[in-house]
Each structure stands twice: as C-alpha cells, then as structure tokens.
C-alpha cells in the first residue's frame, strides 16, 4: 500500500517555463512534508519542505504548495533551468516519527 | 555543510557473503538512516537508530541487520548476501525527527 504516490515518472519541460511536480498521499496523519532532488550518481539533497500548518512554503525559484483537504503536495520550479534536470522524490512524515515515507521520483528534463 | 560518507561507491559480492555496509556523518547528529533506492519502488527504509546503540526496523529489515557503535558511525550488515540485495543504499543523518535527512551519495551494490 503505497502511501505517497508520484503518479508522473517524468516530465519534460522548455527552459524558462514553469515546471510542477506532483505528490498525492492518503495518511492524514503525515504533518511534514520534504522535496529531494537527486542527480545521478550523488545522493538525494534537501529543496524545500512544508508543515502542515502551512500551505505554501517559498525559497528562491521554489515554491511548494500543500492541499491538506486533497491530500496533495506540489513543487513549482519558476524559472525552470537545465540544472535543474534531476529526480525528484517528495517524502511524508507522522509527526513525531523519524520515519520518511518517498514516493517513486518524477524525472524531471529541462530542455535548452 | 552536513558531510554523510559511505565507505564504498561500488561493491561487488557474491551471494552467501556477509557483507559491510559503513556510513560516517560529522555533524553530531543523533538520528541515522539507512535506504535502498530500487527502480519504480523509490526509497524504502531498512533501519534507522535515533541513538548510540539504539536500532529500529525500517519497512524492509528481512535479511539486514545494523550496528551503531558510536554516534557518528552506522553500519548495514548484510548477513547472507543474495541477489536480490543487489541495489543502491543510502545512508542518511538528521539532528531530531521533524528536520531534513542529509545523504550520502550512495553505494551501489551488486551480488553475483
């Protein structure tokens, strides 16, 4: 029972645009709520993250927005850059957990 | 800037081996993670510890074990290598629960 799903393996984007990246969960019970971008080869590092008492969170070029009524999560990436070509997993947290839940990755292609 | 270290970037074992997973964070965290990062599956949690000595199961535990001898140092024991081991493992710190996880960039292993 997978509990964070990314339903998006991949998703191509013009550089310059937007880019928005898709998390659906189904506990209510998650509280925290973590963007991680991986390259190949190199671990997954910390974007950006959200408590559930928020419903937008901005850093720079990006934004992620919580929707707690539909369970969903989105990451923004404006504008979008060829650096930024990369996996993206989102990650749900139980309050008072140490225990990530990630879903699948989206592969994000950012093309010049 | 958090430093998480895994001893090995590749690994080959043949199955049947007993094999050593080692990770070192310099950070003073108190928590310590380890993942296997599987195509289409994400990152699904083995075992982490939130203290020296101190170990819980993560969601996939059957056929690893763990040692934490000191804070910085989290090891993944694999007891009897099998090819269905072969993948990525990353390890990961973070200073409580509700703070971001920092990786390692990872250790591909393949059993033969």
């Known amino acids: 029972d997978q509990q964070v799903k990314q339903n998006s393996p991949s998703l191509s984007v013009q550089e310059g645009r937007i880019s928005i990246l898709n998390c659906d969960y189904t506990n209510s019970m998650f509280d925290y709520f973590l963007w991680y971008k991986k390259y190949p080869a190199e671990g997954p590092t910390f974007l950006i993250s959200?408590?559930?008492?928020?419903d937008k969170n901005e850093d720079g070029r990006f934004t992620v927005f919580l929707n707690k009524s539909a369970k969903h999560l989105s990451l923004h990436i404006v504008p979008s850059q060829p650096g930024d070509s990369a996996v993206y997993f989102c990650a749900a947290v139980h309050g008072g957990t140490y225990k990530y839940i990630f879903g699948t990755g989206t592969r994000l292609k950012v093309l010049a | 800037d958090v430093k998480v270290t895994q001893s090995s970037r590749y690994l080959v074992k043949r199955t049947g081996e007993k094999v050593f997973l080692e990770c070192v964070q310099d950070?003073?965290?108190?928590?310590m993670f380890w993942y296997r990062q599987d195509p289409g599956l994400g990152l699904r949690l083995i075992y982490f510890?939130?203290?020296?000595?101190?170990?819980e199961k993560g969601d996939i535990p059957e056929g690893y074990s763990v040692s934490r001898e000191k804070k910085e140092r989290f090891s993944l024991i694999l007891e009897s290598a099998s090819t269905n081991q072969t993948s990525m493992y990353l390890c990961?710190?973070?200073?409580?629960?509700?703070?971001?996880?920092?990786f390692g960039d990872g250790t591909r292993l393949s059993i033969l």
């Open positions: 990961a710190s973070s200073p409580y629960s509700n703070q971001p996880q920092h």
């Open positions: 510890s939130y203290d020296v000595k101190m170990k």
């Open positions: 959200i408590s559930s008492i928020k």
């Open positions: 950070m003073d965290h108190e928590n």
